[in-house]
């Protein structure tokens, strides 16, 4: 690996102007072609073999033009006013007229018909349109999703408040990112000049960064045309994109800058950076994206293509790091350690074995137990929160008031009451055609009609053939209520079954609530699997990297507590409410079901990160030393002080989305900082140095039999340089030419 990296790094030397303005190229091309087709980012969930997807099946058998489920255009009178006032009753008609000639609806309910007159709150001061899109959402670009928003402006020049929501709300209501991704890129930048101690080193990581995001961002984009992906997932993307380019990058130009200030020529430097750490960035990348890709073994197409879309950016981010920053540090050449900050040198070597790291590192063996007991003295208490995790679903509640979901949201609250923003919807198949008022059909719609959590029904629907048949129930609490995921349950485990008993109905309940609800369970079910699957595969990876048995399970078992910690504290802030209002929040929201599951992939990759980077500089000197503590110390004083400066650049990306005003990207930059904060520092710079001196050579340890058939790599691969430069010295010096022989004398 070693050798191909140093060719890698070599060509891009040579060829620096080209592998730039490739790049370049790249970037600019993928940025127009996303712009012009624009994004189909959607949350559909699809959960084979689950009621809610049951219910998808059938209304799209039966009643294919709400397939896709409705999305109510709400309308406000203002106070004083009601929306059955005749002033209001044309613009509204307009409204509804072009709605229908969209070209993305399907059909339209209008409030002002007798089929929709349920669809006008009692005090006659809300109401809404139901329009049901002819496609998936997520086959419509957010421009095209604005489109049918703004088709209602006749009402909305008329004075109502004009919203969206269902799907189509949370298609338009996604808070933009880019105050988030300037302030974390501003903190980067001071992070990084005072590590570097230059201007110009500076800049060079979140150049090779932006470039990888900008790519990545419209790859995932484009993607959304051929396959489902999340709305989360550019957010997503683009927090992880940030953290771990920034990071590769810092490690690379790193080792650059330490082979230049021992005198070395900058373009070898650039070509042996590239083959020693670029070695641990791509084995650490490589982890990650073999964590998160490994969601798919979760078996839920939602979760699947947040992985595949995190993947994507970050194996975007590791090619940055290996082809389009030594072309940079290739052009900069010498100049890297131009525009120092007043009193620092950056072009001087580092005195790492004498310095504070050290000197830490040295206290560490002396006092071993107690760097442990210290380190799990905090570890554990905010691990313990963790137990007590249980799944919600979005609260379309908690966005910010400006969004038009949210207004949505309150307005059919006040109008209808909150559950009318998450309908449960019961489809039946029934054995012969029946019709609306048949016993059996009435028997199971005032079964559910009866049950304390429900607010009211609608008619029932029946289709032409008389085969299907459906009906909403409107619950009394909000979709992301617990009480409300308890009536799901009931009326599929008691009330429906019950009330279907020899109706030869087959009724199931669906709904985006119901979906959600699914959703929880299904990755309740694979949670485990998952992470075990994640966890073998880690092992196996650094089983084969540092030729251990032992070295692997201390990364798995430090790996679970950093990421119990993120779990714990995640659910302190969000599920008990404590400390919201610092995140934003008025109180406390669900925990996204997809969550736990996305951030451990995510975290567990993040986490070797520094774990390879840490224990690859102690395996290099303990293989050439053969002292297992000596290696600690040196290993530990030559990779804290980059460790933790990466870590902060990642904490300050992520910790910056938190003022994002969705509440599901809150939860992931509260939990992914922590977790990278608490890695890097209580665990890879306290814990994992004491339990490496507890264990001493036996963490070395590997069974002959394995040490036979495990193929041999290294990481940094500081061995093929010191043999490729002992070669070359041993090679004989040319001869020295001696002095011109004399002219010849006497005649010719």
């Not at 009621?51 to 039966?62: E, K």
């Amino acid at each position: 690996m070693t050798a191909a990296l140093y060719r890698l790094g070599r060509f891009c030397v040579r060829h620096r102007l080209v592998v730039l303005l490739a790049w370049l190229a790249l970037a600019v091309a993928l940025v127009v072609a996303a712009g012009s087709l624009g994004s189909q980012a959607s949350d559909n969930i699809s959960l084979p073999g689950t009621g809610s997807q049951r219910v998808t099946d059938l209304l799209a058998r039966g009643f294919p033009d709400q397939a896709n489920g409705p999305s109510p255009i709400v309308l406000e009178a203002p106070p004083g006013a009601k929306v059955t006032d005749g002033r209001y009753q044309q613009p509204i008609e307009d409204s509804v007229d072009a709605l229908k000639r969209d070209q993305f609806v399907a059909k339209v309910v209008s409030p002002l018909d007798s089929a929709g007159a349920g669809q006008v709150s009692r005090d006659g001061t809300v109401a809404y349109i139901s329009v049901f899109p002819n496609r998936s959402l997520g086959d419509v670009t957010i421009d095209d999703g604005q489109e049918i928003l703004d088709k209602a402006d006749p009402a909305k020049a008329s004075g109502l408040e004009v919203s969206a929501g269902g799907p189509l709300g949370s298609k338009l209501s996604k808070s933009e990112s880019e105050s988030s991704e300037v302030i974390g890129l501003a903190c980067a930048l001071v992070i990084l000049a005072f590590t570097f101690g230059s201007l110009v080193a500076m800049g060079l990581p979140i150049a090779s960064a932006l470039v990888g995001v900008i790519a990545g961002i419209a790859g995932i984009t484009l993607l959304s045309h051929l396959t489902e992906v999340p709305t989360s997932a550019p957010t997503l993307a683009i927090m992880l994109g940030l953290g771990v380019g920034i990071d590769y990058a810092l490690f690379i130009v790193t080792a650059h800058r330490a082979t230049l200030a021992r005198g070395m020529d900058a373009r070898e430097s650039v070509a042996r950076a590239v083959a020693t750490s670029g070695g641990a960035v791509l084995f650490a990348g490589s982890t990650v994206v073999v964590a998160v890709c490994s969601l798919a073994v979760a078996g839920i197409p939602l979760v699947t293509a947040l992985g595949f879309t995190t993947g994507l950016m970050v194996a975007v981010a590791i090619l940055c790091a290996l082809t389009l920053l030594p072309a940079i540090l290739a052009l900069v050449g010498n100049r890297i350690n131009h525009l120092p900050l007043p009193g620092r040198r950056p072009d001087r070597p580092i005195d790492v074995e004498h310095g504070g790291w050290a000197r830490f590192a040295r206290w560490i063996m002396r006092n071993r137990l107690v760097a442990v007991v210290l380190a799990l003295a905090v570890l554990i208490p905010l691990s313990i929160p963790a137990f007590s995790l249980t799944f919600g679903q979005n609260d379309v509640g908690a966005l910010p008031t400006d969004e038009t979901a949210r207004q949505a949201y309150d307005a059919l609250t006040r109008g209808f009451g909150v559950g009318a923003n998450g309908p449960i919807v019961i489809a039946a198949s029934a054995a012969r055609p029946v019709q609306a008022d048949d016993d059996a059909v009435t028997r199971l719609q005032q079964a559910v009609a009866r049950e304390a959590g429900v607010a009211t029904v609608t008619p029932v629907s029946v289709d032409q053939q008389g085969t299907v048949l459906t009906f909403n129930a409107i619950p009394r609490t909000a979709p992301s209520d617990d009480a409300t995921e308890t009536l799901v349950d009931t009326l599929r485990d008691t009330t429906i079954p019950q009330a279907q008993r020899g109706s030869g109905l087959d009724a199931s309940v669906g709904g985006s609530t119901a979906g959600f609800i699914d959703l929880g369970e299904e990755i309740s079910d694979t949670l485990v699997e998952t992470i075990l699957v994640i966890i073998a595969l880690s092992f196996v990876l650094l089983t084969i990297a540092f030729r251990s048995l032992l070295v692997p399970a201390k990364a798995a078992v430090m790996n679970l507590l950093s990421i119990g910690a993120a779990y714990g504290v995640v659910v302190m802030v969000f599920q008990y409410g404590w400390f919201a209002g610092l995140v934003g929040l008025d109180g406390a929201v669900p925990i996204v079901s997809y969550l736990p599951l996305l951030m451990f992939a995510g975290l567990f990759g993040l986490s070797m990160d520094y774990e390879v980077f840490l224990m690859s500089h102690v395996q290099e000197h303990y293989r050439e030393s053969g002292d297992a503590r000596g290696a600690i110390v040196v290993g530990l004083a030559e990779s804290a002080r980059v460790i933790t400066a990466a870590a902060l650049i990642m904490v300050s990306v992520f910790a910056s989305f938190i003022l994002n005003g969705d509440p599901v990207v809150k939860q992931f930059g509260v939990g992914l900082s922590v977790a990278v904060i608490v890695d890097a520092t209580l665990v890879r710079c306290l814990l994992v140095p004491a339990v490496m001196a507890l264990l001493g050579r036996a963490a070395w340890w590997l069974p002959g039999w394995l040490d036979r058939i495990l193929p041999r790599i290294s990481i940094e691969g500081r061995g093929y340089f010191d043999e490729r430069d002992g070669s070359d010295r041993d090679k004989p010096a040319p001869p020295t030419p001696g002095p011109p022989a004399p002219a010849p004398s006497g005649p010719a």
